[in-house]
């Protein structure tokens, strides 16, 4: 079925250093595909998407290129900052009858980021 | 514009009880959806509805739990007969159309004792 695996976590890097969180998607169709970032004790805000392969969505210095031959989503950014602290999500959206607008979540990857 | 709401923030119920979660969707939002976050989980998929109507709800339990979305306020999930395992966060997100952006609410954070 329509699926998104994303890395485990969690991943704890120090200010500044290059961050990757790696995401995969199964799914049957061209899925649009979604970075949405939690932070403590909030709802989820999006981060950054793209529609289409080969479209890169980017954000706040955040980074995914849609990469249709490996089924990929990958998340980058140069030089993290203490405040990128949060849990992310990578997510995929199938535009299609019944599941129009539904959203299939990784079990998402915990990022803190020390001073 | 407000954002999508959800309240309460935080609710406590004890076994059996009813648990009732409310969600009023962003201005001029006629289509909302509820994922439920079990700890240390991504969000899953329950329901989705526009308004009087449920159009998804292939994720939902079967039992105890229904959703509606009435003509006039908030888009309510009722959760009866609570169990410890229905201790999760809520989460409720809305969008204008079915294939466009959905913006999500804080989420209301069930706890059953």
């Known amino acids: 079925g329509d699926s998104v695996t994303q890395m485990e976590g969690p991943v704890t890097l120090s200010e500044e250093a290059f961050l990757t969180i790696n995401c995969t998607y199964t799914a049957t169709g061209y899925p649009s595909l979604f970075w949405y970032v939690q932070y403590p004790g909030e709802g989820l805000q999006l981060l950054l998407k793209a529609t289409k392969a080969d479209d890169k969505g980017s954000n706040k210095g955040f980074e995914a290129t849609y990469r249709k031959e490996t089924t990929s989503f990958h998340l980058e950014k140069g030089s993290v900052q203490v405040s990128d602290s949060a849990v992310y999500f990578c997510?995929?959206?199938?535009?299609?009858?019944?599941?129009?607008?539904?959203?299939?979540f990784g079990r998402g990857t915990q990022l803190t980021v020390w001073p | 514009n407000a954002g999508v709401m959800q309240n309460p923030r935080h609710l406590v119920r004890r076994r059996g009880q009813e648990a009732r979660l409310r969600c009023s969707p962003m201005k001029g939002h006629s289509h909302v959806y509820w994922y439920r976050q079990l700890p240390e989980e991504g969000l899953k998929f329950m329901v989705y509805l526009q308004k009087e109507n449920i159009i998804d709800e292939s994720g939902m339990p079967k039992e105890r739990f229904s959703a509606e979305f009435p003509k006039e306020g908030p888009s309510i999930l009722r959760i009866q007969q609570v169990v410890r395992g229905d201790s999760a966060a809520y989460f409720c997100?809305?969008?204008?159309?079915?294939?466009?952006?959905?913006?999500f609410g804080q989420g209301t954070r069930l706890t059953v004792v």
């Open positions: 997100a809305s969008s204008p159309g079915g294939g466009t952006e959905a913006f």
């Open positions: 997510a995929l959206r199938l535009d299609r009858g019944s599941t129009l607008g539904r959203l299939y």
